[in-house]
């Protein structure tokens, strides 16, 4: 095994040539593939880029930092709601979002304060209570259209020359990338190691030095920040948003996410918005699916109701939540390394 | 005016002691924040439903079997999910209560979500028992006080005067001395469990006439009483239950005199104010942790 001789060589962002070389291939399909696939199969991934983004920043306050946040959804809110008004306002594409995704991160840094003194139970309380605060006070304001919702500005991407919704899916994708590069190279740096360190202990990381309270507050400034982006993408996504749009059951599945793709990973958080966001699509139409379809039908009638077949996406989000826990504590990540680690000797 | 606001207060804050007590077993117990109590306490409602006008039993046989089903309901989170838990941890613990209340969800409406149902107990809520020029208290209303204190009798009987309570508190105080001294903690976990799913299925009787009875039905009284568990403080019992008051007077106070649309989040801006001045709640000992 090759060991690591110097603190740039663990700092880098590509282990080998070889990962090197599937990264750029990768980013070279991406590229391409507008001009291969279906506008639907388009609209999916651009889901995925948004969960993905999300699930970035989550993953960093809950994986690496080590609090919990049962109120994302609220922060992808104001991302969205912020977003839109400034577009409506007349700002270009790119300081909006800059500034939504600020000003969600100062709201972040705010509810970040409280964490200093929470532990546990007390602060999933303090966040979940803050998600549902965010749709009530946004659901009150005029100036966002209150209940009904307020529409979102379409992107001025003419110049490119494309098709609307590829240039939408090339904004969303560029996006994505530039923030999973950011990400690595944060967890990579002093910021990293200090969330990890505070993550492990607290007190330990306050005594060699650590700063826990100012880490921990930029801790949920950074997943704010991630979730305004996502949000501001989310509303130009739905080109309309509702304040019912970010209940409460969407921050849990952004949990589910980076439980399933694996905590404190960069890989698990993609690996799970991927396979999260095409399981929620699939699980929607369970019933179309050939063999299966059939014997859910055939269930639902004789023993359930077949009108609430919709239901079945719950059960089978909440049993995967669980199994993941009792079985693959580290997720899709987890299950992904260990093939790795088998196939690396294979025939041998 | 403000003696019908007591009352409105103190059926609201009898609801949400239940809620909050069934909270507080459990976290007493295991140091588990059960997000799956509301989806518990709503698939027992579904059951008293059934058994009250589907089979047509009697309202207490109809209580005693939801009774029964709840604490197997307890029992069985208990012994299939949380005990097989690997590496458990704070975060784990909470995935799989939110798992498990994902699961309940889904099957409550994949089974009975679809319709509107009217739930009646023999106790209705426009029958008027006691009527003064200021104040009406009707069946309901006296129903839930009268539940909610028979409730905390019994749980203070249980856990002070019988060999089970002192086994529990046992297993709360130190797992590993109580094991030594032959307490099967494992099981008392399970029944701990039960009990706090028995206490959540009453609360659920009783909020579903004033509300629909729906898969949903029970999000806002849960995430009232688990704030008014922190607000007492977790882990002292009787100061869940003055948090549960509490926050239903305060709640009502504030939706009569300042403003009714920002009544449901009032509850989450008090426990803010109160974490940050008493970060265990207000009747909980905060421990300092040592290295």
Redesign the interface.
């Known amino acids: 095994m090759k060991l690591k001789r110097g603190y740039f060589e663990d700092i880098r962002i590509f282990r080998n040539r070889a990962s090197r070389f599937w990264t750029f291939l990768f980013i070279l399909v991406l590229a391409l593939l507008p001009f291969f696939i279906k506008a639907y199969y388009l609209s999916v991934i651009n889901l995925m880029a948004l969960n993905v983004i999300v699930a970035l920043g989550l993953n960093v306050l809950?994986g690496n930092t080590g609090q919990?946040s049962l109120g994302h959804a609220g922060f992808v809110a104001i991302g969205a709601y912020s977003g839109a008004l400034l577009m409506q306002l007349g700002l270009p594409f790119v300081p909006a979002l800059l500034l939504a995704a600020l000003l969600t991160a100062l709201i972040g840094a705010f509810l970040g304060i409280?964490s200093l003194?929470?532990e546990?139970?007390?602060l999933?309380?303090?966040t979940?209570?803050?998600g549902?605060?965010v749709m009530?006070?946004i659901g009150?304001m005029d100036v966002f259209g209150g209940r009904t919702g307020m529409s979102v500005p379409k992107l001025k991407l003419g110049w490119t020359g494309l098709p609307y919704d590829t240039a939408l899916y090339y904004v969303f994708t560029i996006t994505t990338v530039v923030l999973v590069i950011i990400t690595i190279i944060l967890l990579k740096s002093r910021i990293g190691r200090a969330f990890q360190a505070i993550r492990d202990s607290d007190?330990?990381a306050s005594v060699i030095g650590i700063n826990v309270s100012h880490y921990k507050t930029f801790s949920f400034a950074i997943s704010a920040f991630y979730a305004g982006i996502a949000g501001c993408l989310w509303g130009l996504y739905l080109q309309f948003v509702t304040p019912g749009t970010f209940s409460?059951m969407m921050s849990?599945i952004f949990?589910?996410t980076i439980?399933l793709g694996g905590?404190g990973s960069v890989t698990g958080s993609v690996l799970g918005a991927i396979v999260m966001t095409y399981l929620g699509l699939q699980l929607e139409n369970i019933v179309g699916v050939p063999v299966l379809g059939d014997v859910i039908v055939a269930f639902?009638d004789s023993?359930?109701?077949t009108?609430?077949?919709?239901?079945?996406?719950?059960?089978?989000?909440?049993?995967?939540?669980?199994g993941?826990?009792?079985?693959e504590?580290m997720g899709l990540n987890g299950l992904w390394l260990r093939v790795k680690r088998y196939w690396r000797l294979w025939p041998f | 005016m403000i003696s019908q606001l007591l009352v409105n207060a103190l059926v609201a804050g009898s609801i949400y002691a239940l809620i909050a007590l069934s909270m507080s077993i459990i976290?007493k117990a295991s140091?588990i924040?059960n997000f799956a109590q509301g989806e518990m306490a709503m698939f027992s409602t579904y059951i008293t439903f059934i058994l009250l006008s589907v089979l047509g039993w009697p309202f207490l046989y109809a209580l005693a079997g939801t009774l029964v089903f709840a604490f197997c309901l307890g029992f069985l989170f208990e012994f299939i999910?949380i005990r097989?838990?690997?590496?458990p941890n704070?975060?784990?613990f909470?995935?799989?209560t939110?798992?498990?209340?994902?699961?309940?969800?889904?099957?409550?409406?994949?089974?009975?979500?679809?319709d509107q149902r009217t739930f009646s107990l023999p106790f209705s809520e426009s029958e008027v028992v006691f009527q003064t020029e200021s104040v009406v208290l009707t069946e309901h209303n006296l129903a839930s006080i009268v539940l909610a204190i028979l409730v905390m009798a019994g749980l203070y009987l249980l856990l002070e005067h019988t060999n089970l309570g002192l086994a529990m508190k046992a297993s709360q105080q130190n797992v590993r001395a109580a094991k030594f001294n032959g307490i099967p903690t494992n099981r008392i976990l399970g029944i701990s469990f039960g009990i706090s799913s028995i206490v959540g299925a009453i609360a659920g009787v009783l909020v579903a006439p004033i509300s629909t009875l729906d898969?949903s039905m029970m999000?806002d009284p849960l995430?009232k009483g688990?704030?008014a568990a922190?607000l007492g403080g977790?882990k002292s019992l009787h100061g869940v239950v003055i948090g549960g008051l509490l926050l239903g007077l305060v709640e009502n106070l504030f939706g009569f005199y300042i403003s009714l649309?920002?009544k449901?989040?009032v509850?989450?801006?008090i426990?803010?104010l109160v974490?940050?001045i008493k970060?265990?709640?207000l009747f909980d000992k905060h421990y300092v942790?040592k290295?």
Request: charged letters at 10%.
């Open positions: 809950v919990i409280p003194r929470l546990g139970p007390y999933s309380i303090v979940l209570g803050f549902l605060a009530v006070i009150r007190i330990a409460f849990i949990l589910a439980v905590l639902s023993l359930m109701n009108s609430g077949i919709a239901n079945i996406k719950w059960v089978l989000t909440g049993l995967i939540l669980i993941v826990i009792l079985f504590p | 976290y140091e924040p999910f097989r838990a690997k590496e704070l975060l784990g909470i995935i799989i939110l798992g498990f209340q994902m699961v309940l969800y889904g099957l409550a409406g994949w089974k009975w979500g679809s898969p999000w995430l688990f704030a922190v977790m649309e920002f449901s989040i509850a989450f801006a426990i803010m974490l940050f970060p265990s709640g942790r290295v």
